[in-house]
């Protein structure tokens, strides 16, 4: 997924002179050819986070289109205040790009760990929330992008994300994409832990429950309209995401739901990280199982509200 958003983006400095790309100290690798054939619109500032954002701000309010990039944690908590104050206070067109979703970088440890960050993105103004759920989706949203003025942030995995669609479709910015269709329950997802989601519905099908499973690309702003006509008369909604259960997207779902559904039946269940830091270190699909974030694990805990005392 991360190359296949840097090429793109690679294409669109090709077409448009009014584009930087900057970074701070990160993207080796993978950004050389921005930096050898755009020189002049290539910055890389240096572990300085801070400052990135102050020079995204000016390069914005100079007129220019700035796509910021490092590794999630060091692009969104170590300058939230740059972000907040600079980039959404003035509207300005930044597309942040997070690199590593999630436990992405699970070799790297706690401070790598990417579960926190749409929790404090969501409440500033102006900014929208793109967590695509594989290369396909993150070049779809790239290319809508293109014409979207105004702060992104651009939430991505790392490399090798299995496959969701085996061709592109038509994007539909703001609005969610059911996967699969079912009658019993339904799961919505983000991100590139919908692989193992997918892998969850098919054995559940097994066990002669019938899953929907809907796929919400963007957080904000989130499709209203579908979250509620997809959980009307259900009696189970399930939330999973590579993210903490605390103001990520089983949040954001909670508050559409309990503020347009009177079904007092209704169970709206989240399933991601617990609210405490993780101590392991190992790959992201070592730490999903640990964590019973893989497709098992998700199977496992589904099954226990279903048939909960």
Known sequence: MR???INEVYKLMKENKNIY???ADLGYSVVEKIEKDFPK??????????NLMGIAAGLALSGKKVFVYSIIPFVTMRCYEQIRDDICYH????????????????ILGGTHFALEDITILRPLPNLTIF???????????????????HPVY??????EEPKIYNKSYLFNFGKGVILKKGDDIVIFS?????SEVMKAVDLLRVKNISASLINIHTIKPIDYELIINESRNKKFVFI???????????????EVLSENIKDKDLRIIRIGTEDKFIKKIGTQSYLRKFLKLDSQGIFEKILFYLYEK
């Open 41 to 50: 619109r290539f910055i890389n500032v240096g572990v300085a986070e801070q």
């Open 91 to 106: 509207d300005l067109d930044v597309i942040i790009l997070g690199v590593g979703a999630g436990l992405s970088y699970g």
């Open 240 to 254: 999973v995401e590579e993210h903490s259960v605390v103001g990520g997207l089983g949040s954001s779902i909670a």
């Open 21 to 23: 790309f900057l970074t």
């Open 131 to 149: 967590s695509p759920a594989d290369e396909t989706e993150a070049i779809l949203g790239v290319r809508y992008f293109k014409n979207h003025h």
């Open 154 to 159: 651009f939430r991505i995995g790392k490399k």
């Open 190 to 194: 983000t991100g590139p832990i919908i």
């Open 3 to 5: 190359q296949g958003v």
